[in-house]
């Protein structure tokens, strides 16, 4: 169960992927063992947590996946389904079942939100929206089920690489979990652009922190100043404008910044960073010495603003 400002939720992890033994047993009866690819497992990559009360006495998500037979438990026709419930496109098979559960869907605000939020960005195409299907589709008319054995293995081969995908992607997250002043190695450029939260701290020293930061278009890192730190911010991806100057009222530096740039932020200096693009502004900062807690994670701007009171 999960309780926080948001509302209280009650999660259940289940299974995400499918070899689809049952609903394509004919099929598989027919391939020698030797020819199936190896299966990853059941891993933390190939699972996923959706609600699990029930509503009016109706299925839960992951009973109506199970149960839809265009999307028979298939992750890529769940996260299509998904996908449409966040559009308001239809047809949409799971359309019921998500309304019911929609205030969970909105604590991530978009689609995008959603997919960044799982780890699900092995199942989409850089675009952010177009799903990366395991077997033909064609607005659910397509059988869910492979109906032949070059159809089913290459099926079960797109799975298996989502899965092992997806266990790479989470193993660079859990990299990024700040446990302190302790050796630490990970893809600071990955990370940085994958970060969804406007600011994550990632690593504690005893002199310097280091902080990935996501600023939605429109928003900015406010006018504040640090008497004591020194800051460091390089942009990996996104347009800005950066001001700078000794005085609220003086910001006698601006300079328009984008991917590759680097802001570089004496201690004492006022200072703003506005996203000045449609796309969100991501970057990391450095601090000499260390400023917010050993790994906050701040969702969005309001979430900074109530830890910092």
Not at 189 to 196: D, F, I, K, L, V
């Amino acid at each position: 169960m999960h309780r926080s400002s948001r509302g209280v939720f009650v999660l259940a992890s289940d299974a995400f992927t499918t070899r689809l033994h049952k609903q394509a047993r004919r099929v598989i009866r027919e391939i020698p063992d030797d020819e199936l690819p190896e299966w990853p497992g059941y891993t933390v990559g190939s699972t996923i947590v959706f609600p699990g009360n029930t509503i009016g006495g109706k299925q839960t998500i992951n009973g109506a996946r199970g149960f839809r037979a265009n999307v028979a438990d298939r992750p890529d026709l769940t996260l299509e389904c998904i996908r449409r419930h966040y559009l308001g496109e239809q047809p949409n098979p799971l359309a019921d079942v998500l309304s019911r559960y929609a205030n969970f869907f909105e604590l991530f605000g978009d689609f995008r939100g959603y997919v960044e939020f799982f780890l699900l960005q092995d199942l989409v195409e850089d675009d952010g929206q177009t799903i990366r299907f395991f077997h033909p589709f064609a607005d659910f008319k397509t059988p869910a089920v492979p109906k032949n054995k070059d159809e089913y293995l290459r099926y079960l081969q797109n799975s298996n690489d989502f899965i092992r995908a997806r266990n790479r992607r989470i193993d660079a997250y859990m990299a990024i979990t700040d446990h302190g002043p302790t050796p630490k190695a990970f893809n600071l450029q990955r990370a940085t652009e994958e970060n969804a939260d406007y600011r994550r701290v990632v690593w504690t020293g005893k002199h310097l922190q280091v902080t990935l930061m996501s600023i939605e278009p429109g928003g900015s890192i406010d006018l504040e100043v640090h008497r004591g730190t020194d800051r460091f911010l390089g942009i990996e991806a996104g347009k800005a404008c950066v001001k700078m100057g000794p005085a609220k009222e003086d910001l006698s530096f601006q300079q328009d910044v984008e991917g590759g740039w680097s802001i570089l932020v004496p201690a004492g200096t006022w200072h703003s960073v506005e996203n000045r693009g449609d796309e969100p502004l991501r970057l990391y900062t450095v601090y000499a010495p260390k400023l917010h807690a050993q790994g906050i994670v701040q969702e969005t701007p309001k979430d900074a603003d109530i830890d910092e009171q």
